[in-house]
């Protein structure tokens, strides 16, 4: 009965307004004496709140009466459409509550109202929040924030049932924006609220009265089926597992069973066989007074779209925020930007790590009985450690830019992981390492050997007659040694005068060492590949893979020669 009575308030009629709040003010008084008399008679009676993310923060006997708070929150979730309607509830239904609640303030009732107004101001506030923003798809990200704030909100002062509303609208926007697995993501949060029990629950949204166990069921359901629309296999198999488990464990329903198993071994075969493309990730830092404090001075790191490139990154942005000015980001930023009037956006690229890399400067290393499919994954998801590097030219100018060429990598921790319900996260923790030359040489052929190797598997599996990338990746390391590659480390690093100066640094004469391993490698791994785009290659390829034998046959000469049997330490 309490909403009709609150839509009173919202007609501009002030004897009609008035009867409205005398009305809904009544409501309250009635359930207050209603329910402390009833506690009086029946201390003991008073159920003990599950363990649950809804456990209130005050004590009950702070509160007002659950049913007409519940109500008076339902319903202004339902009437307040505009920042107009949410003005009229500020400014007339709170400060009337709070004069009622001032007459009063020496008794319980009193103390009670002073904090249900003090909630109901500040729910009006994030509802005006989330209505203040453009309803389109480049204010995506905004709404989701505003969003998850008022969600907080609910699930702090047990608002279940409109949190529950909230989950489900946010689910649905991702979905109209093809987001899929954020939507899945979004579900999780009402599963984690049910248990695989026997308690009814009543009739909720789309849902019909039914047991916690067959809506945690339905929405499991759901959310698999959202995760495979994302390519999120590794996500809908981990699920079906959970679910399996109930179904094996608690239900014995073993035709169910049976039925999930089938479907998650083809979860595990779209994970092997089909190809995957996963977002890039991209550094975003606001500055200038043109922000609001929620964007200025903050650094956040963003996922893609699919297939997204920094420059249609940038162009989405900047369509967001058409008056900023775009920052150079090999530029220092001015220590009093943020004092500056305007808005300055800078970006870049950065790239998955991991917090091994980021405490030791090595990325993560897979045994290499993993597949390629399942490296890529882990390093793309689950993620919350990004880096970029920049180049410092330390010392001389020289014309070998291996000798001097200092790597300064930084490391951007953000708060949350990818993938998640947002699209960003805010970061909270940077930090910087400085590679040497040596060290950063090292970690380059490393990483090329890798790929290349990664490569070689793949092609080796995936019968396709396209192997560009193959062919290009044989080409870029094999160019590299026509342009004298190899020539420019042997010079840098194996010299009598460099590894004499090497000598009385342990670190340095590891590290060369592991160079030379790293360079003997690469040989094994560039012939696998030369192997295979022989067998491979298209008759059009036939004079570029000569050229490339030819080419490596050199290369090993000199990696052999002047590498491998020059004796390091």
């Not at 093809?178 to 009814?200: C, K, Q, Y």
């Not at 047991?211 to 999120?232: H, N, V």
């Not at 035709?255 to 092997?272: E, N």
């Amino acid at each position: 009965l309490v909403g009709p009575f609150l839509e009173l308030i919202l007609i501009n009629q002030a004897d009609i307004k008035n009867m409205g709040f005398d009305i809904y003010f009544s409501f309250l008084q009635r359930e207050y004496a209603v329910t402390t008399a009833g506690y009086a008679a029946h201390p003991t009676h008073v159920p003990v709140a599950k363990a649950d993310p809804f456990v209130r923060k005050r004590s009950c006997i702070l509160e007002m009466p659950q049913l007409v708070e519940r109500e008076t929150i339902a319903t202004l979730d339902r009437i307040a459409t505009d920042e107009g309607v949410l003005g009229i509830l500020s400014r007339f239904l709170c400060e009337r509550l709070g004069e009622k609640f001032k007459e009063v303030a020496d008794t319980d009732f009193g103390r009670r109202g002073s904090v249900f107004v003090s909630d109901l101001s500040k729910y009006i506030d994030l509802l005006a929040e989330l209505h203040s923003i453009p309803d389109t798809s480049d204010w995506e990200d905004e709404r989701i924030v505003a969003t998850l704030k008022v969600m907080e909100y609910l699930r702090q002062t047990n608002k279940k049932d409109t949190y529950v509303k909230y989950i489900h609208w946010l689910s649905s926007q991702h979905q109209s924006s093809n987001n899929w697995l954020e939507a899945g993501l979004a579900l999780s949060l009402h599963m984690d609220l049910l248990s695989f029990s026997d308690e009814v629950l009543p009739a909720h949204l789309h849902f019909p009265e039914q047991t916690s166990q067959e809506r945690k069921e339905a929405l499991m359901r759901e959310a698999i089926e959202l995760f495979d629309k994302g390519k999120g296999w590794e996500q809908a198999a981990h699920l079906a597992k959970e679910l399996m488990e109930h179904y094996e464990h608690t239900l014995y329903n073993y035709q169910g069973l049976s039925k999930l198993l089938r479907q998650q071994a083809g979860y595990y075969d779209h994970i092997i066989e089909r190809e995957r493309f996963f977002p890039n990730y991209f550094y975003v830092a606001y500055y200038g007074r043109g922000f609001p404090p929620t964007l200025r001075g903050k650094e956040f790191v963003y996922r893609g779209y699919e297939l997204e490139r920094i420059t249609g990154f940038i162009s989405r942005i900047s369509e967001k925020f058409k008056g900023a000015e775009m920052m150079k980001t090999n530029e220092p930023v001015p220590d009093n930007i943020n004092d500056r009037d305007g808005q300055y956006i800078m970006i870049s690229t950065v790239y998955p790590s991991s917090a091994e890399e980021m405490e030791t400067g090595r990325p993560r290393v897979f045994p290499k009985h993993v597949p390629d499919s399942v490296k890529e994954y882990n390093r793309c998801n689950n993620i919350n450690v990004f880096s970029y590097s920049r180049p410092i030219q330390k010392g001389k100018k020289s014309d070998n830019e291996f000798k001097n060429m200092w790597i300064c990598k930084y490391f951007l921790l953000t708060a949350e992981k990818f993938p998640a319900i947002l699209s960003h996260s805010e970061i909270v923790e940077k930090k910087e390492l400085t590679l040497l030359p040596i060290e950063n040489a090292v970690l380059s052929i490393i990483t090329k050997n890798q790929q290349l190797d990664d490569l070689i598997k793949k092609y080796t599996n995936l019968k396709t007659e396209n192997i560009n990338p193959l062919t290009m990746a044989l080409n870029g390391v094999i160019d590299a040694e026509v342009n004298g590659g190899v020539k420019k480390y042997q010079q840098a690093f194996f010299t009598p005068e460099a590894l004499k100066e090497a000598e009385g640094d342990a670190k340095v004469m590891a590290l060369t060492d592991e160079l030379r391993t790293a360079l003997g490698d690469s040989l094994e791994v560039l012939e696998r590949g030369l192997a295979l785009h022989a067998k491979r290659c298209p008759d059009n390829l036939r004079a570029l893979q000569e050229k490339l034998e030819a080419f490596y046959v050199k290369m090993k000469e000199g990696i052999q020669n002047n590498i491998l049997s020059v004796k390091v330490g």
